[in-house]
């Protein structure tokens, strides 16, 4: 079995300052994890993905985000915040296998203030 | 080109109505997927279609029927549509096995009045 929690269901923080979105998975085998960014009235698009290569993970728009076995963990950072990144993202956890089985977190609303 | 698209993005409809979403993708995969996203966020797969196997999410009211005339379209067809199935619907797909990501589409916000 596996699950996902996003332990803030909004985050908000100034333009210019660092980025923390948290997220804590459990699964009985070793998954895949990602991240997906939903701005509003948009479909969802893939930050990142972590598949048991290198454990701290670079994505697009300067995303990044480190997976951590001991933690059972896998936050999303940011440097420094833009306007722009104000939107829904997920946590998303998915068995080897892949497809049906992946978990979606309930996501963490950024906000980004001026 | 877009990879996922669905049709329509808005659709609004009376209670006991059928209606159908279109989904097809352009990327070759053989998976598609149905989620659902209710007015929290919170997001739920319904369907997974894999050439030509259906895998159900038994919680899902038998109203809802996921049609695949071919490996790059899955529709989804609701009877008699009632008012708590008002949600954003999500067709995704993706290559099948290991470590793969979804693509989604842009959604369909369906309401129900």
């Not at chain 1, 059972?72 to 998303?92: G, I, N, Q, R, W």
């Not at chain 2, 966020?41 to 071919?70: A, C, G, H, Q, W």
Request: positive net charge; aromatic residues 12%.
């Amino acid at each position: 079995a596996q699950s996902v929690t996003q332990l803030d269901s909004h985050v908000s923080v100034s333009e210019g300052t660092p980025v923390l979105l948290r997220c804590n998975y459990s699964s009985s085998y070793s998954p895949s994890l990602f991240w997906y960014v939903q701005h509003p009235n948009k479909g969802l698009q893939l930050l990142l993905k972590y598949t048991s290569a290198a454990t701290l993970v670079k994505g697009i728009n300067g995303f990044e985000a480190e997976f951590k076995k001991s933690e059972t963990s896998f936050h999303l950072t940011k440097p420094s915040a833009h306007m722009s990144d104000a939107a829904e993202y997920f946590c998303v956890v998915s068995p080897p296998t892949g497809g049906f089985k992946t978990i979606f977190g309930a996501g963490t609303r950024l906000f980004v203030k001026a | 080109d877009t990879a996922v698209s669905q049709t329509p993005k808005y659709l609004v409809t009376q209670m006991g109505n059928d209606k159908s979403i279109k989904c097809e993708q352009n990327l070759g995969h053989d998976t598609m997927y149905w989620y659902k996203q209710d007015s929290k966020k919170f997001l739920k797969i319904m369907f997974s279609y894999n050439n030509k196997e259906l895998i159900i999410n038994e919680t899902v009211p038998n109203r809802f029927s996921p049609k695949s005339p071919d490996k790059a379209h899955l529709n989804l067809h609701i009877n008699s549509l009632e008012l708590g199935d008002s949600a954003v619907y999500f067709c995704a797909s993706s290559q099948g096995g290991v470590n793969t990501e979804a693509f989604f589409g842009q959604g369909t916000r369906l309401t129900v009045v």
